[in-house]
C-alpha cells in the first residue's frame, strides 16, 4: 500500500481555507508529485453550503497528479459521511477531512474505501 505524505505548506493552506469559509464547508482536489501532496486545485464553479460542498466533475481537467479532495466539515467531526464515502469510492486514492478547529490535530486522512490512512507531514 501506498505511504502518502503531504507538505507542511500544502497543509497549511488547506487548514488555513477551512477556517476562512467556515461555516460553510471548503473543497478542493489533491495534487502531488510521486507521493507528496504538493497543493491543492480548486474547481470554478463549487458551490460550499453548511453541510455541503458541491462541484462539477465535468470542469476536472484531465491532470494525472490529480490523487484526490479535500473538504472540512464545519464541526468536530472528522469522519466521512455516508455521501463523503461514496465520493471517495468514485474519485481518486487519498481524501482529507479538516474538522473544528482546522488545525494540525484535527484532519484525517481516508482511501478510496473510506478506511483511515496515515498521511505524513514532511517539510
Request: glycine share 6%; proline share 5%; with cysteine.
Amino acid at each position: 500500500m501506498r505511504k502518502w505524505k503531504i507538505d507542511r505548506d500544502c497543509l497549511q493552506t488547506i487548514l488555513e481555507s477551512s477556517r476562512a469559509m467556515h461555516p460553510r464547508e471548503f473543497a478542493a482536489f489533491l495534487r502531488a508529485e510521486g507521493d507528496v501532496i504538493k497543493e491543492i486545485l480548486l474547481m470554478p464553479g463549487m458551490i460550499h453550503g453548511d453541510r455541503h460542498a458541491i462541484f462539477n466533475i465535468a470542469m476536472l481537467p484531465i491532470d494525472y497528479s490529480i490523487v484526490g479532495t479535500v473538504h472540512s466539515h464545519p464541526s468536530y467531526s472528522n469522519r466521512p459521511s455516508g455521501e463523503d464515502l461514496h465520493m471517495f469510492s468514485k474519485y481518486g486514492k487519498v481524501h482529507i477531512i479538516v474538522a473544528m478547529p482546522y488545525d494540525e490535530k484535527s484532519w484525517r486522512a481516508y482511501d478510496w474505501n473510506g478506511r483511515e490512512i496515515e498521511v505524513e507531514v514532511i517539510e
